[in-house]
């Protein structure tokens, strides 16, 4: 009997009968409110019957119309839409299908049109599980190991990872952009460095808003150097931190924009977003894909944004997002296993560490497993995972946060019943 892979392991044993909104109803009758919304993809939730309609109805049209062959209507609606959401200076859009896939056009672009080899990337970033995507992925070791050699031209510099140091923000920002500037004086210097790449909110790194001015530091250094910003807004974008892009809660205006995920509400997608300008300094044939941009995956794409229009869905997030992130605060005041709380809108992040402030794996990963026990459904993520992310649709409501804050709460009360005592934050 033909099986699925053994290395693709479950977060839960979850089986999906259908879904609606926040909620993920199992094939065995239980109910799930879903806080991983596919890991930030179902944006608009479940099944928005907006969302399914459009990708219906586009099923009646064209299901599969190749856009270097034929061009199709939600391909140019979306792109007019997208616009209208880009910073003021990107007019240009390539499409692909995957996140990585982003990434790789993003990478390719600022090589050719600066003429130099060499990309830095920052500690905890995750860009994709490609060979090129995950040479540039430094948010753990099992992204990129065992199928060396990657790719070539690529430096990593420093994170400013406050809680990590024990530092507070400045702090950590300068040490980082110190080490930044270290780095173009002693590994790649910056007339040989295409570009900076970052998330503006780390994601399997273990969520992590990167601080504005840390930002404002990179956008500055590129500007001096003539080295693109790509921003890779995979995960951190279309709504997710309570700004549509993540890099908006900072000064700094990327070169490149990468985007997926949310952009569709589970239909694969992906774009990669520059100044027309910019964009004709790739190499002719240098962009292309078979199922780049599908008819039906931008269909669902336009209904998504106007959706998240249409709801003031960008705003819910940034308020929901306080009401959740207070509530983990509050709830951390009664649990000393977490260690820190932080977070944009619907992206937060909860670490777990020992009384000796060492990263707490062993404790993440068991509460993830409880919170299914009681109806919530969570991930880890971090590089020694030891971070319980919470990921809701941006659909969601007052009354879901407050019952999601119930649920992690009973399963944390249930799970410190049965933890040694010893466990603590960082001292």
């Known amino acids: 009997m033909t099986t699925l892979s053994p290395l693709l392991k479950q977060a839960t044993p979850v089986v999906v009968d259908h879904a609606l909104g926040s909620w993920i109803h199992a094939t ?15 944006s608009t939730g479940h099944c928005h019957p907006k969302v399914v309609a459009a990708a219906r109805e586009q099923c009646g049209k064209i299901i599969h119309a190749q856009y270097t062959t034929v061009m199709h209507p939600p391909l140019l609606e979306l792109t007019e839409k997208l616009g209208e959401k880009l910073p003021a200076s990107m007019d240009s859009v ?10 790789e056009a993003g990478m390719r672009l600022a090589r050719m049109a600066t003429g130099r080899p060499n990309i830095v990337v920052f500690q905890g970033g995750f860009h994709g599980r490609t060979v090129a995507a995950a040479s540039m992925t430094t948010a753990g070791t099992k992204f990129s190991a065992g199928f060396a050699p990657l790719m070539a031209g690529v430096h990593m510099s ?19 952009l110190k080490e930044l500037d270290y780095l ?37 250094r590129a500007t001096t150097h003539g080295i693109m910003l790509i921003l890779d807004e995979v995960q951190a974008g279309v709504g997710r931190t309570g700004r549509f892009w993540g890099h908006q809660h ?25 100044s027309t300008a910019l964009m004709s300094k790739g190499w002719p044939g240098s962009q292309g894909g078979t199922y780049g941009g599908n008819a039906v995956a931008a269909a669902a794409a336009v209904a998504t944004l106007q959706v998240i229009d249409e709801e003031n869905l960008v705003e819910n997030a940034r308020i929901r997002g306080d009401q959740l992130q207070a509530g983990l605060k509050d ?24 009384a000796e402030g060492t990263p707490d794996a062993a404790t993440a990963s068991a509460l993830q497993q409880e919170t ?21 649709a941006l659909t969601v409501s ?8 119930q649920r992690f709460e009973a399963a944390l009360a249930a799970l410190s019943s049965k933890v040694p005592a010893g466990r603590g934050s960082r001292p």
């Open 372 to 392: 299914t026990k009681h109806g919530l459904l969570t991930l880890t993520c971090g590089p020694n995972g030891n971070v319980v992310r919470l990921i809701p």
């Open 250 to 274: 900072s000064a700094a205006v990327p070169d490149i924009l990468l985007t997926a995920k949310g952009i569709a509400s589970g239909f694969p997608i992906s774009a990669m977003a520059s």
């Open 94 to 103: 390539f499409y692909a299908s995957t996140g990585s896939e982003a990434v």
């Open 28 to 42: 065995d009758g239980t109910e799930y409110l879903d806080f991983t919304t596919g890991i930030g993809v179902t």
């Open 184 to 220: 173009l004086l002693t590994r790649t210097a910056p007339n040989e460095t295409a570009a900076f790449l970052i998330e503006p909110a780390l994601g399997d790194g273990g969520y992590l808003p990167t601080p504005p001015a840390f930002l404002e530091g990179l956008r500055e």
């Open 158 to 176: 420093v994170f400013p990872y406050a809680y990590r140091y024990g530092w507070d923000e400045d702090t950590a920002v300068k040490f980082a």
């Open 398 to 405: 007052t009354q879901e946060i407050d019952m999601g804050l």
């Open 331 to 354: 709830i951390a005041t009664r649990f000393p296993a977490i260690g820190d709380v932080r977070g944009w809108g619907l992206m937060q992040g909860i670490e777990f560490t020992t």
